[in-house]
Each structure stands twice: as C-alpha cells, then as structure tokens.
C-alpha cells in the first residue's frame, strides 16, 4: 500500500503544482494589464498637459485675408497683381456676373475667379503657382479659369462687333486672278 499511497501522494501533488501554474500566470496576466494601462494613461496625461500643439493653419482665412488686401488694399497692389484697377475689377466682376452669368460655386467667390483669371493671364503663370498662392488644387483652378474664360467669350459677342467681309461664292482664295 505505500506504494499507492505515494503515487496518489504525487499525483495530488502534481495537479496542486498545475493549479498553482495556473493561478500565477492569471496573477500575472492582470498585472501586467494593469501596469499597461497605468502607462496608457501617464503617456495620455503627459500628452495632454506637456507637448505643444500646433495650432492647424485656417486655409479659407488665410485666402480671403490674402483676397482681401489684393481687391480691397491699395491701388497699386491691385494693379501689380492683376493689371486692372479696382473699380475697373469691381466693374467686371458686376458684368460678368449680371450679363454673362457668371456665378460663384460653393467653395469659390467671383471674386476668386476673376482674380486668379486674371492673374494667370497678367503673370502668364501655371495652374500649379496659382493654386500654391491660392490655396487650391489645380483642378479647381482650372475650372475656375474655364468659367471665366467661357463667359469672357460670351461677354465679348456683347461688346466686339466684328466687320462682315464680302466673300465671292465661287472664288477660290487661293488661285489668283
């Protein structure tokens, strides 16, 4: 019988020995949680209170501010920028806008367009510049210089009379006499 009475004496102790296993490695799962979320939150709170933040920079003020003192400033910035003055660029936005329909679209003033319509063709500058200076894509750009171009062109039919010439019906302009 001592025999049995060890093996049953191993046995238990062996299954103690898994029980106790068992017991330190959920000890020290939550340990290590805890200590995991204890650094979550000083990093949380280091961050929070001591790095600086950067303020993010406001592109639509610092463009109409930018528009602002081109249409609004001095007279002579006007005129550097977009090689008309002021009245003259008020007087256009009003005729293009009543006459020709030019309108704004959600993101875009008139105003904007007609300016950077203006300046690509004073400055003879690529979409790219104008939308680095403008804050905008290159494609919004291009729309907007399409606009203003398509009612440019309706605006010119209202204010350019071209002379008619007489053609010949059956004269070739090519031959000579």
Same mark, same amino acid.
């Given at each position: ?33 805890? /200590?995991?979320?204890? $650094? !979550? %939150? ?6 929070? @209170?001591?790095?600086?933040? =950067?303020?993010?920079? &406001? ?50 003033? /008139?105003?904007?367009? $007609? !300016? %950077? ?6 400055? @003879?500058?690529?979409?790219? =510049?104008?939308?680095? &200076? ?44």
């Amino acid at each position: 019988m001592a025999s049995g009475d060890v093996d049953n004496f191993l046995t238990h102790l062996s299954g103690k020995r898994a029980r106790d296993e068992e017991e330190n490695r959920k000890k020290m799962t939550i340990i290590l949680d805890t /200590i995991t979320s204890m $650094i !979550a %939150i000083v990093i949380a709170w280091y961050n929070e @209170n001591y790095l600086v933040k =950067v303020p993010s920079r &406001d592109w639509d003020e610092e463009r109409q501010c930018r528009l602002n003192c081109l249409y609004n400033g001095k007279e002579v910035d006007c005129i550097e920028q977009l090689r008309v003055s002021k009245n003259a660029f008020k007087s256009l936005c009003t005729i293009l806008y009543e006459i020709c329909g030019l309108a704004r679209t959600r993101n875009v003033s /008139i105003e904007e367009s $007609i !300016a %950077i319509f203006l300046k690509i063709l004073a400055h @003879n500058l690529k979409f790219r =510049v104008i939308g680095f &200076d403008y804050y905008r894509s290159k494609e919004t750009i291009s729309r907007q210089f399409n606009g203003v171009l398509r009612a440019m062109m309706r605006l010119s039919q209202e204010y350019l009379k071209l002379h008619t010439t007489r053609k010949t019906l059956n004269r070739d302009p090519f031959i000579g006499d």
